[in-house]
């Protein structure tokens, strides 16, 4: 009799941790104490409402870095990968067009403080933030409900744990504060917009290459007009790229040497008396080699000049490509002359 309860008892112990482990909702928790800190783990979120139809959002994060996967409609996505130590977060965009299946897909560096102004870009007016005596308990957190009121317009009602230690805030999702929420609900004109909810927490290590600011060959780097523009318009915004990560690309000895080639290679095609408007668009692959090149003049592509200075860009000698963590990267680079 012995033999044949075993099985039961072992089978009754499983459904039993099961049931422990899992809340309302298809809810799972990996973690034994919910008291003490999470300092390593992975949550993911379900996320619903007017815009958010079947978004996914998951989080990885140890003491030194922290990653953000957000997952939209028709394979459009962004992923955060955050390096702590040197408060840098590179930024992994797929845009998907509106209409059609097109896809872009580029990179961004930020650091938390421009990503954050960044989401935080609309501006709704005055931001309060309430804290109620509202309590309850998820997946075995005790969290305490707040609200934060963006002027009158939208409002957000945010259920916080300080026990788990993601390191990273990141506006409009349950990253708010430098607490969590696990459960999040952003309103427009009362309307839900966004509802994130906890769907598991997971207190397994992370590996390593999570964290890697690895860069896909499809993924190309955005060069913006300020770096390598002629036109006083675009250049004066320059500033000094500070991040250690990553490098822009570059003709000769630098920044400067690839300015002043423009200047030379093509001042019979700038006619200040005409008042012309030119840009150059193109790309510098992994090799060096330069590809998809666009010339427009006074915002047109047809103009009789725009194939002779096409022909000057495809004579260029090689460039220094793009890199990141020293490995070449693709980038696309916007002249503005």
């Known amino acids: 009799m012995q033999h044949i309860k075993r099985p039961k008892l072992r089978i009754l112990t499983i459904l039993l941790t099961l049931a422990f482990l899992t809340g309302c909702n298809g809810q799972v928790s990996t973690v034994k104490d919910p008291n003490s800190d999470l300092e390593e783990g992975k949550l993911t979120f379900s996320v619903s409402g007017e815009t958010a139809s079947n978004w996914e959002l998951e989080i990885l994060f140890n003491q030194e870095n922290a990653v953000i996967k957000e997952k939209y409609a028709r394979g459009a996505g962004r992923k955060y990968i955050y390096d702590k130590t040197t408060n840098e977060i590179l930024g992994l965009y797929d845009d998907v067009a509106i209409f059609g299946t097109a896809k872009d897909q580029y990179i961004i560096y930020h650091t938390p403080e421009e ?91 992370i590996e390593s290459s999570e964290f890697e600011h690895v860069v896909p060959d499809d993924y190309y780097l955005v060069v913006p007009l300020s770096e390598l523009s002629i036109d006083s318009m675009w250049s004066k915004s320059f500033e000094e790229n500070t991040f250690k990560s990553f490098s822009y690309p570059y003709y000769g000895n630098g920044r400067e040497s690839t300015i002043e080639y423009f200047r030379s290679e093509l001042k019979n095609y700038i006619d200040k008396t005409e008042n012309k408007s030119i840009s150059i668009d193109f790309y510098i692959n992994q090799d060096s080699s330069l590809s998809n090149i666009e010339v427009s003049i006074n915002y047109s592509k047809k103009d009789k000049q725009s194939p002779e200075i096409k022909r000057v860009i495809e004579s260029m000698p090689k460039w220094t490509p793009a890199k990141v963590k020293g490995k070449p990267v693709k980038s696309k680079v916007g002249i503005a002359i």
Not at 134 to 159: D, M, P, R
Not at 163 to 175: A, E, F, N, S
């Open 115 to 205: 990503l954050i102004k960044l989401t935080l870009s609309s501006n709704y007016g005055d931001t309060t933030i309430t804290k109620t005596q509202e309590f309850k308990e998820i997946l075995g957190y005790k969290c305490q409900k707040s609200i934060i009121a963006h002027g009158n317009q939208v409002t957000v009602e945010v259920w916080l744990t300080d026990k788990i230690k993601t390191g990273i805030i990141y506006p409009w999702t349950p990253l708010t504060f430098d607490k969590v929420a696990l459960e999040y609900e952003l309103k427009i004109l009362g309307k839900t917009d966004r509802k994130y909810i906890i769907k598991s927490i997971s207190d397994e290590p």
